[in-house]
């Protein structure tokens, strides 16, 4: 299982990206899939959760109404669009894959996890 996470970089605060989470090996619209973060010296955390059929879609507190999640089964691709970004949202973005059906959003509780992009806001 191979996912790669990409379109991370450099943004003014209130700017938007778009990252982008490509995954093969595996059936991609038999996992759940998450956008997960970590910036310097803090524990990774939760941001998305995006259900397999894409219907729904699970947000942190502190990115809600900011950040869309979704995804392409049909392209085995999923998406994050942050808006309005802020300082604060500075991190690794890392993608994750969950192929059990339990509704936790620990980091703990994905199966598989890519490589990381980079997001630096800068206010």
């Known amino acids: 299982v191979q996912l790669q996470a990409s379109g991370g970089g450099l943004v003014q605060a209130g700017g938007s990206l778009r990252l982008s989470c490509a995954a093969s090996?595996?059936?991609?619209?038999?996992?759940?899939m998450g956008w997960f973060r970590q910036a310097p010296g803090k524990e990774r955390e939760f941001v998305a959760i995006?259900?397999?059929?894409?219907?729904?879609?699970y947000y942190a507190d502190s990115v809600k109404g900011r950040f869309t999640g979704s995804r392409d089964n049909a392209k085995n691709t999923m998406y994050l669009q942050m808006n309005s970004l802020k300082p604060e949202d500075t991190a690794v973005y890392y993608c994750a894959a969950d192929r059990h059906w339990g509704d936790s959003v620990a980091p703990g509780s994905m199966d598989y996890w890519g490589k990381g992009t980079l997001v630096t806001v800068s206010s």
């Open positions: 995006i259900a397999r059929s894409g219907g729904s879609t």
């Open positions: 090996g595996l059936t991609f619209s038999s996992y759940r």
